[in-house]
């Protein structure tokens, strides 16, 4: 943990989307660890998910737990790293999609 967080956050940011997951998982992969480390960051992540499972019916920032959890688990896992980047390159088309939208709105309705 030599670097910050808004350092980190910002270079995660600046990868392409439908990519970032898996560059982690390979900049992860480059670090030598043991089995143990890689054990325990998956349970933490199970636990973050499941914690953020029942924030959702009870107060807090459920949806925002999971996603910690999972990017979690996809650092140690290439199958997860896969499916939060296709779910990032799906939010991403909606976003932009949506964007687009709300400019043709505004542009109209002058």
Do not use: C
């Given at each position: 943990m030599t670097e910050s967080l808004r350092d980190q956050w910002q270079r995660f940011?600046?990868?392409p989307s439908g990519q970032r997951f898996k560059q982690r998982y390979r900049k992860q992969r480059?670090?030598?660890?043991?089995m143990l480390r890689?054990?325990?960051i998956i349970a933490v992540g199970l636990a973050l998910v499941v914690i953020?499972?029942?924030?959702?019916?009870l107060?807090?920032?459920?949806l925002l737990?999971?996603?910690?959890?999972?990017?979690l688990?996809?650092?140690?896992?290439?199958?997860?790293?896969r499916a939060l980047d296709r779910i990032?390159?799906?939010?991403?088309?909606?976003?932009a999609r949506w964007r687009e939208r709300r400019a043709q709105k505004a542009g109209g309705s002058r």
């Open positions: 940011a600046a990868l480059e670090k030598p660890a043991g890689k054990v325990v953020g499972l029942a924030m959702l019916v107060p807090g920032p459920g737990v999971i996603i910690m959890g999972a990017a688990i996809a650092e140690e896992s290439l199958v997860a790293a990032d390159l799906w939010i991403s088309r909606r976003i």
